[in-house]
Nanobody, 118 residues
């Protein structure tokens, strides 16, 4: 059974920190794992991603504040969010990407709410 399960969201004051976790199960040959977010009335956007080799990519708006990490053995990805701002408020979604020669798919979690109060 394929599952992508996020945890760690919540309410925090501006300047605070949160750590999101995402565990993927039932999925093989995962290439990249990442975090996306969607604020009300806005499109879903990439926050950060990390490949199985450890290469990372960040949105400009979170560089220097967020850190993505990954445990390949557990198919788990983390997002450490520091110096949070009200504009970071959104539903955060975990993504697991499979890119094989004969099969491509993206698996998504159900999302976890992050709310930053001013």
């Amino acid at each position: 059974q394929v599952r992508v399960v996020e945890s760690g969201g919540g309410l925090v004051q501006a300047g605070g920190s949160l750590r999101l976790s995402c565990a993927a199960s039932g999925i093989f040959s995962i290439n990249a794992m990442g975090w996306y977010r969607q604020a009300p009335g806005k499109q879903r956007e990439l926050v950060a991603s990390i490949t199985s080799g450890g290469n990372t990519n960040y949105a400009d708006s979170v560089k220097g504040r967020f850190t993505i990490s990954r445990d390949n053995a557990k198919n788990t990805v983390y997002l450490q969010m520091n110096s949070l701002k009200p504009e970071d408020t959104a539903v955060y979604y975990c993504n697991a990407e499979v890119r094989l020669a004969t099969f491509r798919n993206d698996y998504w979690g159900q999302g976890t709410q992050v709310t930053v109060s001013s």
